[in-house]
């Protein structure tokens, strides 16, 4: 048994075969799915897929490409939505200045905000970090005390994935890259972080691991995620996916 952390089957790329995918998932033994919000469209649909299919759950929330829409209203939204049964936690948010598709202080204002809501709600929230390592860390440090959380998509070093588990009791979340040949951080860092520490996940349609990449991901492929950490912490399969399904389902209270 596996959970898929984080994907999107809220995603268009969906929308014409989402009963064969959930088939495909079951048949690869996992038997929840984390379906993550990026704006309020789609944190409304990740919602309503929870609401429909037993083994989807949602999180809801305004990633920091689309920052620029978090205004009164769609934070009053997000407010609801996050006492839905089926809502799990707030994400993605976080920075993004990769992309840098909203300005900067924009991204930070909107992180801040939404940390406000995780605080009031006792939700656990998901990260987004992409180029942006040492501020996402000092803000969770300043405005995410006592706030359960997981960093997903980690792509920091081994020493910064430490610093979240011991300074802030957050988990991390390996993905398709990882499976990559010329992931050596990401190889090292799944071989250092405790295994306690540790979720799986596809960030689908999103990171096809190999050796599917270059197509569309999806929530089934999330085993050859936990089998390639398996591999390099020299574990039984079996094993290594117990504890990642034990830590999923602490984290999100399933």
Known sequence: MLIDSHAHLNDP?????????LKRARQNGVVKIITVGYDLP??????????KYPEIYAAV????QYAKTLNDRVYDRLYQ??????????????????????P???????FIRQLKL????????????????????????EHAKGVFGVIHCFSGSVELAERYIKELNFFISLAGPLTFKNNVKGKEVAKKVPLDYLLVETDCPYLTPEPFRGRRNEPGLVTLVAEEIARIKGLPKEEAFLAFTANTKKLFNL
């Open 13 to 21: 790329k969906f929308k014409n075969d989402l009963e064969e995918v």
């Open 42 to 51: 789609t944190s409304e649909e990740a919602v309503r897929l929870a609401d």
């Open 61 to 64: 929330g305004i990633h920091p």
């Open 81 to 102: 939505l996050l006492d839905h049964p089926r809502v799990v936690a707030l994400g993605e948010i976080g920075l993004d200045f990769y992309r840098d598709l909203s």
């Open 104 to 110: 900067r202080d924009i991204q930070r204002e909107a």
């Open 118 to 141: 995780v605080r009031e709600k006792g939700k656990p929230v998901i990260i987004h970090d992409r180029d942006a390592h040492q501020e996402v860390f000092d803000i969770l440090k």
